[in-house]
């Protein structure tokens, strides 16, 4: 038998029409009182208002000139600061320091060749006429300590400071482990750790006297973190391996100073010396691409990026620490 459910009389509170319709109308009058919908302003029809107006000339103008300054991402901007780009003459080097170019930087390229390459000349009109800095070259060999202890320091007496520096000077020779000549052993470690030691020391004691810190970006190779199957470089890669703890202990020094230090490990990259090794080994551009995760091999300019965050404000509080841009090919 089913029970009526009786609700008792005091737990119902009935809500008179009358009332109700009231709350309706107090809401309705809040709501056409706002200045969003205002009752004595009426919103125009679309065909009312006319075309939209284009942003004047002033804006526009003023919207493009934010573009590189202080105004958009101002932890990239580079501008008034003093850079040195070792091995910086092409390649690699050359690619970075346009970059630093374009984020404001003043850049001096460090190289052994008596010359830079062909595509420096235009670089230098670039940043000269549309970018308002400077490119500036001198010839040195990172194995002369004491010539480029000089250099350095000269350059930042010039201009009062040194913010930062990029040490992309370094040799290649591939030969197997059983052949190897401690002549070229020691001229690999030499260029490639010693170099780069001394290169960084120089930029470092300009910091120093200076006290402003600075950052330091040493570049080693991914491998320096692996043996490349294939290549026959064991040198090479010990070196690499070595300035990958190198900046280690340098961002320990130095970091009472405000001098940080990082390296980045490329990948395979397609620059001219390699294109000119495929004609050798043309195997090579075909295993090499497939070792990594992107199936393909980097471009010179892939690495621009890395070279204005590590060596700007936006890596402010990394240090001692390598950037792997490999393709993942380390990942594995």
Aim: net charge positive.
């Amino acid at each position: 038998m089913n029970t009526p459910i009786r609700l008792l009389p005091h737990l119902v509170r009935r809500v008179p029409r009358a009332s109700s319709n009231a709350v309706r109308a107090s809401s309705l009058a809040a709501f056409a009182s706002r200045r969003c919908f205002s009752t004595s302003r009426p919103l125009k029809n679309a065909k009312d208002r006319g075309p939209p107006k284009p942003p004047s000339d002033d804006k526009a103008d003023a919207a493009r000139s934010f573009l590189g300054t202080q105004k958009r991402l101002p932890e990239f901007n580079l501008t008034d600061k003093i850079i040195l780009v070792s091995g910086g003459a092409r390649g690699l080097g050359l690619t970075q320091a346009e970059a630093l170019l374009e984020a404001g930087a003043t850049v001096y390229a460090l190289d052994r060749l008596p010359e830079p390459s062909a595509e420096f000349p235009k670089l230098q009109a670039k940043a000269q006429n549309e970018l308002g800095t400077a490119l500036h070259y001198r010839q040195i060999d990172v194995r002369d300590s004491g010539s480029l202890t000089q250099i350095v320091a000269d350059i930042a007496s010039e201009h009062g400071r040194l913010d930062g520096l990029i040490a992309a000077a370094g040799i290649q020779q591939e030969t197997p482990a059983l052949e190897y000549t401690a002549e070229d052993a020691n001229r690999m470690f030499e260029v490639n750790i010693t170099g780069v030691f001394m290169t960084a020391q120089a930029a470092a004691k300009q910091m120093v006297r200076f006290g402003s810190g600075g950052s330091i970006v040493l570049i080693a190779s991914m491998s320096g973190s692996v043996a490349n199957k294939g290549l026959i470089c064991p040198a090479y890669n010990t070196s690499k391996a070595g300035v990958i703890q190198l900046a280690r202990n340098l961002a320990m020094e130095w970091g009472q100073y405000g001098i940080r230090v990082n390296t980045i490990s490329p990948g395979y990259i397609v620059t001219q010396m390699v294109t000119m090794l495929f004609e050798k080994f043309p195997e090579r551009e075909t295993e090499w691409a497939t070792q990594n995760m992107l199936g393909r091999l980097s471009k010179p300019q892939e690495y621009r990026g890395a070279a204005v965050f590590l060596l700007s404000d936006a890596s402010s509080f990394m240090t001692g620490a390598d950037l792997k841009i490999d393709g993942g090919h380390t990942a594995w």
